[in-house]
């Protein structure tokens, strides 16, 4: 599953580590854009496998930040 982002924006803060295992609802990572936090979360759980991006990135509504395997 692909975890995208909702805004345009920068990363703010990357709160999961990747191999970590996840509930759905939980923050993968916090997004910053005109000054609000925006939290990415699973979907559904499994395990993050994969960080598409870095903390002060510049991400763009819609780009994959993250991959999770069930």
Known sequence: MEAK???TGSVWK???E???RLE?????MILESMKMEIPVLAEEA???AEL????GA???EGQV???LES
Do not use: F, H, N, P
């Not at 759905?24 to 993968?28: C, F, L, N, Q, S």
């Not at 598409?52 to 903390?55: D, K, L, Q, T």
């Open 5 to 7: 982002a909702e805004v």
């Open 65 to 67: 930040v993250a991959v």
């Open 24 to 28: 759905a609802g939980d923050t993968i």
């Open 46 to 48: 499994g395990t993050l």
């Open 58 to 60: 510049a991400v763009s």
């Open 14 to 16: 990357i709160v999961a």
């Open 18 to 20: 990747v191999g970590s």
């Open 52 to 55: 598409s991006v870095a903390e």
